[in-house]
């Protein structure tokens, strides 16, 4: 039972800054590619960024290059996004996912977090 669960979203100003949080449990942390995707309101659900199982290759929409990046910390179980320069399109709910694929987290992916909600102010 693969389970995770996304923190560190809220509300910031243009040009701010914000980093989430996923842990995941049930199953082998580094064995998962992991990923982070957003929909906001009214719209399809877009790719943002992924990160494969040993950190070494990473992947960004093209809207958040430069601005954002993925990590991760296996011996904390833990990915992080770090979020700059934040612009008001960016506002949505974020989601964490995993997958045993790092390709396949481009556009989908076997298991979700419940999101948590990123707001930017104009």
């Known amino acids: 039972q693969v389970q995770l669960v996304e923190s560190g979203g809220g509300l910031v100003q243009a040009g701010g800054s914000l980093r989430l949080s996923c842990g995941l449990s049930?199953?082998?942390?580094?064995?998962?590619?992991m990923g982070w995707f957003r929909q906001a309101p009214g719209k399809e659900r877009e790719f943002v960024a992924a990160?494969?199982?040993?950190?070494?290759?990473?992947y960004y929409v093209d809207s958040v290059k430069g601005r954002f990046t993925i990590s991760r910390d296996n011996a904390k179980n833990t990915m992080y996004l770090q979020m700059n320069s934040l612009k008001p399109e960016d506002t949505a709910v974020y989601y964490c996912?995993?997958?045993?694929?790092?390709?396949?987290?481009?556009?989908?992916?076997?298991?979700w977090g419940q999101g948590t909600q990123v707001t930017v102010s104009s």
């Open positions: 996912a995993a997958d045993t694929s790092t390709r396949q987290l481009s556009s989908t992916a076997n298991y």
């Open positions: 049930g199953r082998t942390f580094s064995n998962y590619a």
């Open positions: 990160i494969s199982r040993n950190g070494g290759t990473t």
